[in-house]
């Protein structure tokens, strides 16, 4: 499996590297002085940068996956526990992730009264959900997850390291870098990159399920519709905001932050993620969280 994952992720770059320094479509004058405080992007493609989302993505799906193969070693889970622990893990996965991943505010960010899912200075499509939309679709979401979860925990000898639920938890992983670059780092061309491997393994993900336990998989598959929504959104959003950003990160455009020690080993730090509601925008609520976790840790 990883051997695949590895030539589809490498497929990926490479069919992309000659859109990644697409630069910006010709504007009036008038349309080119208000952009120019956009981030430049002539420094040529980050290689160290691109690289850094797939180790990342890699490291957060071991420690799931030896997280699984713990919990199995301490006995049989109860399968009553199943659901509620993967609905924590479809809530709080990015405990186990070396990339900050805040999600955005919750309901979405105030935009003139209005809640809706992207900063103010994002142009969005007319069929955009509204913000507070997002968070009953991705408990409902996390609530399908939970109960797949348990019936394919059932069908493959009630253990926690089986195929179908690691390629869930590669899923869960994939997300969270995507999260990172989309809320953290706010790269848009990034992002519509990245959402294709989200969707990629969210795929993967109902069609282990239905191989073990299809009505599993059936409960699983519209996750994969809503993130194809969602790829869309990400797509279209990237398109209709210009300049036209890059689909690879670029050297010296300042947007990128850098790898953590994953939250699962800052006891300190995971409690105030675990107990406390995702609030602000999201690169100031990930530096209030970064500069709380080290007087925590102090």
């Known amino acids: 499996m990883r051997a695949y994952l590895s030539l589809f992720m490498l497929a990926g770059v490479s069919a992309l590297r000659p859109y990644a320094g697409i630069a910006a479509p010709r504007l009036p004058l008038a349309a080119s002085v208000r952009m120019s405080d956009a981030p430049a992007t002539a420094g040529g493609i980050d290689w160290a940068e691109t690289a850094k989302y797939p180790l990342a993505t890699a490291a957060q799906a071991g420690l799931i996956a030896t997280f699984f193969r713990a919990v199995d070693a301490c006995g049989q889970l109860p399968a009553p526990l199943v659901p509620p622990l993967f609905a924590f893990l479809s809530l709080r996965s990015r405990l186990f992730s070396p990339l900050p991943a805040n999600r955005p505010p919750r309901g979405g960010f105030e935009v003139d009264g209005k809640r809706v899912p992207t900063p103010a200075e994002t142009i969005r499509p007319w069929w955009t959900p509204p913000g507070i939309a997002f968070p009953f679709i991705w408990l409902t979401i996390t609530a399908l997850r939970a109960?797949?979860?348990m019936l394919v925990y059932k069908a493959c000898?009630?253990?926690?390291?089986?195929?179908?639920?690691?390629?869930?938890?590669?899923h869960l992983a994939v997300g969270d870098t995507w999260n990172s670059v989309t809320n953290v780092e706010q790269r848009k061309g990034v992002s519509a990159v990245g959402v294709i491997f989200v969707w990629c393994s969210v795929v993967a993900a109902v069609k282990a399920f239905y191989a073990v336990a299809p009505l599993a998989g059936a409960i699983l598959a519209p996750s994969a519709v809503w993130i194809s929504i969602a790829s869309v959104l990400t797509w279209t959003i990237w398109k209709?905001?210009?300049?036209?950003?890059?689909?690879?990160?670029?050297?010296?455009?300042?947007?990128g932050v850098s790898l953590v020690t994953p939250l699962v080993f800052r006891p300190k730090a995971?409690?105030?993620?675990v107990t406390a509601p995702p609030a602000g925008p999201p690169k100031k609520a990930a530096a209030a969280e970064a500069k709380e976790e080290e007087s925590a840790e102090e």
Do not use: T
């Open 157 to 170: 000898g009630r253990v926690l390291f089986c195929g179908p639920l690691l390629l869930l938890g590669l």
């Open 270 to 273: 995971a409690w105030k993620v």
């Open 147 to 149: 109960v797949s979860s």
């Open 240 to 255: 209709i905001n210009p300049p036209l950003e890059p689909l690879l990160p670029q050297r010296g455009d300042g947007l």
